[in-house]
């Protein structure tokens, strides 16, 4: 039986709903809709409460898959928009599929290949987000997702992204309904709950650290993940849930690794990683992900910012456009998927970053 | 005659009108109030125009340093406050200091030693500005500036920080009355122009253009400076110019030296600045001044930005907190005088960028 | 042969691809969708540049009426999407429809009722934008759509409503490959020289001013319509016009009036408006449309106004918010369709209004 | 003994530290620097977090009135600054002074003058701030004011204009400290409970309601006064208060009334208080101030806004454009002191509204 393959599609867009990038590659055979797994878009809205670039790229893409592989199993496709590509950020999709090695010769490398697993789980209820259900339920869903993509040890796991519910006025009344409380009335403040409590199912899950308290949801930012990048849509009740990580069932050239930024300006961590990952030149890097946020402190390694006064801007946006340009001078391109709404994924300030490179060396099969 | 040493005092600002880190270090002795030439503000407004926060600081300044050595030696002060601390960029000022070396003991080293010199030009005439008279203006007044300073070779120049005036309506019709034309009518417009030819004025004093058409002004960018950083304000009608150099005449630890970034991204240059200045650590980068800005053309590296077409957010503002996180990444400080409007200074969405180091080795004189 | 009747309808849009409150209309029999002649949309998003909520709706209503009445008959309704519910302005569709009065029963009213008429122009070359080509293919148009909507004499028009093209790089370079230049090859600029020239179309077309100069097109602001509502779009190169009159020639309670106000604060105009189609409550009001922007002098009766110095909000959203919440005062509604970018229509800083109302008296017919 | 008369100066301003305004009134005799009781200034920031605008306005003005009538007397003056000037608003200041009425000749009027007095409160401690103990404090200190009015019944004052403390994170160190808990540690939201508990401090002495139980501060909106308008500033832990009302004790053609606004469009009320006001012509119109904020619910009368969704713009800077709008419409000027952060002043969404007007009847003494 043929290994799995993972193939990564880096596609410009020229505004949110641009899918012909995906289609061309479609039909020039580059790609197979049959086998992507998930698509994560980087989109031009502001990323926050009224970015309707996101919805506007999903039906987009949706509409686009549904006509090339049915609508039964486009929904299947896990998808993720972030909005925000401040400063020089630029907009753009990456295509995650599960291909077949050739037959006959190993494409892979010594220490595995870049591996993709998918999962869904069950839907939440209302009085479950933020709190330890979810923590659990994403705990299980990660397991599931590394097993699906045959990773069997944590520590090759590199990145788990995930999309999470919030909460609405109409789901909180159904908690009430039944005589529950939820978490927050506040449905802002659900999404960072959702987030977090998502955030620290994946470090449950990985190992690093051990079941946390249910106060601390949301409250003790010394509890995170160092792989986790997790973000909340109305559109769901239950987890889409994707891992990145090493297998050595996977052959091809792609490889990832992963940093953990200190605070926004820790760029040893991900120089680094780039060392780590043996890349010979920065054309070699497919793809990086990134979480950037403003310390709640205020404060920089010493140096006061202004990110959490500026009424007219986003802090969120300020911290995308300031990480952007660290990372997009470190690898090189400005095609980079940054983005906000860190609780638990990193320390206060700081952030997980994956890079998935194009390793050159490729051994022929023995 | 004991030899002149440069010192540069960088000092964080709570808020745009806080001057007590500067009072603070006058009172310890470690700045006499009497050799300051030149202040430079970062403030934390939007660094467009209808951002107070400059005005607001010259205040606070102006009356600090009245009190301090009188209104009229305030008056001789060169200062220019740009706004715009967006990402992590922190608020601060750089206070720059003509001091005197110890007699007996050479502080300088090798190569000379950071070199200051200033120097205000004539007025311009309303119809002058964004012209050539005012090319030729600036070019005088960056001579004059650089024999202050004590430096001949204009290859020893690495940064001409030029404060210019601009058209108000007013000013347009002072013109007219006497029957002239001045370069254009819009004001905000004539900001530009007046940035640009003063940067050409600095390009044409350091050799790096001949001569150019009135007509280029503005509009071809493929003529610049590497060293120009200019800034237009409404309270004066002739500059104010601050030459940064290295001059064997002057002592001290402190060295400049100049990267010319190609675009956003270019990191490269900068990195091999620092590796020009033989920086041990990162703590020995005593300041960096640099300009930023959007690309015309729309693209980094062949990729699409976005700053262009946000009607929310200025692209000066994207600019600057996206080579402030590249800028931030390499020398491990937020403290970064990173300003917008560079027209003739660097290549489209490019820049310069000057750095100051405090060395290490310091010989003893022979 | 039965006479013709308009209805109008005004639908709430809980977000920008929210169509659910037009298929509903459909369902109960309320709408007749093959009867849509022109859909306009107020939607969410910041009304300039990147705003995708006009896009995003488009796209929801294109798919809702092709479901409805299939591809063909969709592409000949009228669709205009204007961006922007500033202040407390509310998301909706207008949805205009022709349908057939009941026979047997005159339904009208003395003074006749509300007409309507469409019309589609020609493509323009991309040199016709902004000039005199420009404004005679609308003032062709106009006639023809008054001629659609059985209107004669131009003193019965109280609004027109017109898709205009833009200028992009490619069609700037089109123009130039045939060794034409554009009015202006500044993207940005075009839709402003498009809306000035389709306005004075307008004009010229209901006797409001004779053949314009075309040297006066977007510089001379004393040539205006006051019942001209342009808006550029970059999906076409012709104009998809809507004529809003009154005619006897149909049937129907509905009346539609204008008003000129002079300036941001002409609440008088308004009011006078209100008077003259003898409004029996605000309830009677079934629709507002109104052009909105700031004074370009910077005054309001003679205070200055912050709108053209705000570098954090265009002035379009300024001005929106302020007369959104005048006229609202005056009509007791927030489902105003207030839009921006005012060449031509209108004095400077003050804007075209025109309301729809449903009349209380229906007279039986003899 | 002369009767005191109140003067009311609106003088625009150019910029926010533009005092010649004021200064030229001193000059010309029009206004008696001695008798200045308080200053209120409308200024064109953002009116949030980072408006530095209201800082510089208030140092410009301190500066001038010290150089008038001395730092101490200056000291004394009540000032209160706005900040956002949304839509077509302009900056100004109102200048209340207190001057002695013309002997032998009454100036006043039937049912009185405007009356005016200032009080200052004790200062609190930061565990009472958004407490019991502020609504008390500042109940005691508005009927100190209204005894420096000459103003014996509560419902003879009109609007009670109040800056009130807020909690920094070193006054919550310093409860802490005691062993106190304050009524929050996030410094934003006490700028909240602050206003709120101070609005309820105002209610409770005119007798709007009753002594209100603690945990309803800043939570119960059916709790508020229809006269109270309040802001918070870091820079005092008092209240400075400033009432208006009607007085026979006071002479002069000046009156004042308010209106209680039940949402963002209620122009009625406002319509009502003008006819009670008797105004002959707009012009007599000397001054508005009014609180503007966006309802909770998301809605007014029934349809939604967006204000509460908009990432890019703080809902407050919406609200006082849109009612500024409808303001200006009625009274026919775009000086209108328009102020935001609404809670427990007025109901959810909607606001007082205080006019001050020149009678044009003037009786002479008998």
Redesign the interface.
């Known amino acids: 039986m043929p290994a799995p393959i993972a193939r990564l599609h880096r596609i ?1 867009a ?4 641009d899918v012909s990038g995906i289609i061309s590659l479609i039909r020039t055979g580059a790609l197979d809709p049959a086998g992507i797994l998930a698509v994560l878009g980087k989109t ?3 990323g ?6 996101r ?2 790229a999903t ?2 893409l949706r509409d686009c898959l549904a006509a090339e592989i049915g609508s039964e199993a486009a929904s299947g496709v896990l998808t993720v928009m972030s909005g925000g ?8 999709w990456l295509v995650f599929e599960r291909a077949q090695a050739p037959v006959g010769g190993k494409v892979g490398l010594d220490g595995g290949s870049l591996a993709l697993g998918t999962t869904i789980t069950r839907d939440l209820m209302p009085e479950e987000i933020g709190r330890t259900p979810q923590v659990e339920t994403v705990r299980a869903g990660v397991l599931a997702a590394m097993e699906a993509a045959g990773i069997a040890d944590p520590a090759d796991v590199h990145f788990v992204q995930i999309k999470c519910p919030l909460l609405t006025s109409a789901r909180v009344g159904e908690a009430r309904a039944r005589g529950n409380s939820t978490a927050t009335a506040d449905t802002l403040k659900s999404m960072g709950l959702s987030r977090g409590a998502s955030a620290l199912g994946v470090a449950l899950a990985l190992g690093e650290i051990g079941p946390p308290d249910e106060a601390r949801i949301g409250t003790d930012m010394s509890l995170y993940s160092a792989r986790a990048s997790t973000s909340a849509g109305i559109e769901l009740m239950g987890h889409e849930i994707l891992v990145l990580g090493m297998s050595d069932r996977w052959e091809g050239p792609l490889a990832v690794g992963h940093a953990l930024m200190r605070d ?4 040893d961590s991900v120089r680094q990683l780039m060392e780590r990952l043996e890349i010979g030149t920065r054309a070699d890097v497919v793809a990086v992900l990134a979480k950037a946020e ?1 310390s709640r402190t205020g404060h ?2 010493g ?5 959490n ?6 802090a969120t ?3 995308r ?6 990372l ?3 690898v ?4 980079l998927f940054v983005s906000g709404g860190a609780e638990h994924q990193g320390p206060d300030g700081g952030g997980p970053v994956a890079m998935i490179v194009a390793r050159r060396t490729v051994f022929p099969r023995a």
């Open positions: 410009p020229s505004s949110p709903d031009e809205g502001n926050c409460v009224n970015d309707f670039t919805g506007f039906r987009a590509t401040e400063g020089a950020l630029s907009p753009h926004a300006i820790d760029s403003a920089v390694r140096s006061r910012h202004t990110m006064e500026d009424s007219d801007l986003s946006r300020h911290a456009a300031f990480v952007g340009g660290l997009a001078g470190l090189g391109t400005t095609e």
